[in-house]
T-cell receptor, first 114, second 115 residues
Framework: AQSVTQLGSHVSVSEGALVLLRCNYS??????LFWYVQYPNQGLQLLLK??????LVKGINGFEAEFKKSETSFHLTKPSAHMSDAAEYFC????????????FGTGTKLQVIP | DGGITQSPKYLFRKEGQNVTLSCEQN?????MYWYRQDPGQGLRLIYY???????QKGDIAEGYSVSREKKESFPLTVTSAQKNPTAFYLC??????????????FGQGTRLTVV
């Protein structure tokens, strides 16, 4: 079984400041991990994914995430927030090996303050 | 452009009615999924299909039905047995359901409201 926890349902940052969105996972086998972004009344868009290759994963729009097995974490970061980054972000986990369903976190809404 | 099209974007249902949400993809993906999204609850899996003419229940299948007669299409019917159908419904697809290419591509969603 697997689960994912996103710490903080709402995060506010100033424009130009570091963005850090936290995700911790629980899984019994090596996981695959994903970050998605959702703008209001739209579907989700994949930002990046980890599938057991490089632990530092770079995604679209300047986002990156680092897989830390010892901390069971996959936090999403961006060095400098833009107004256009305001959205809801979802972390998701899937167990590797065969078919395993994807489990989504409850989401973190990012507010960017001008 | 390839993608997933959901229709309609907004749908209103009267109590006791069945309604069908459309989902079409031209990505040539084998796997398709339906999720329900409620505020503060993330996404919950309703049904998924790995291949044409095959589909499986997800975590919250009660009150819903699907079909997969064509690779491109995976419609979802919300039946009158679904007691709380008001939600945002998302259709998604992926290249495969095993291996490393399982990331989902999402449609724009259908917002269903019971009136």
């Amino acid at each position: 079984a697997q689960s994912v926890t996103q710490l903080g349902s709402h995060v506010s940052v100033s424009e130009g400041a570091l963005v850090l969105l936290r995700c911790n996972y629980s899984s019994s086998v090596p996981p695959y991990l994903f970050w998605y972004v959702q703008y209001p009344n739209q579907g989700l868009q994949l930002l990046l994914k980890y599938t057991s290759a490089a632990t530092l994963v770079k995604g679209i729009n300047g986002f990156e995430a680092e897989f830390k097995k010892s901390e069971t974490s996959f936090h999403l970061t961006k060095p400098s927030a833009h107004m256009s980054d305001a959205a809801e972000y979802f972390c998701a986990v899937r167990l590797s090996g065969g078919y395993q369903k994807v489990t989504f976190g409850t989401g973190t809404k990012l507010q960017v303050i001008p | 452009d390839g993608g997933i099209t959901q229709s309609p974007k907004y749908l209103f249902r009267k109590e006791g009615q069945n309604v069908t949400l459309s989902c079409e993809q031209n990505l040539n993906h084998d796997a398709m999924y339906w999720y329900r999204q409620d505020p503060g609850q993330g996404l919950r899996l309703i049904y998924y299909s790995q291949i044409v003419n095959d589909f499986q229940k997800g975590d919250i299948a009660e009150g819903y039905s699907v079909s997969r007669e064509k690779k491109e299409s995976f419609p979802l019917t919300v039946t009158s047995a679904q007691k709380n159908p008001t939600a945002f419904y998302l259709c998604a697809s992926s290249i495969e359901m095993t291996g490393r290419r399982t990331e989902a591509f999402f449609g724009q969603g259908t917002r269903l409201t019971v009136v």
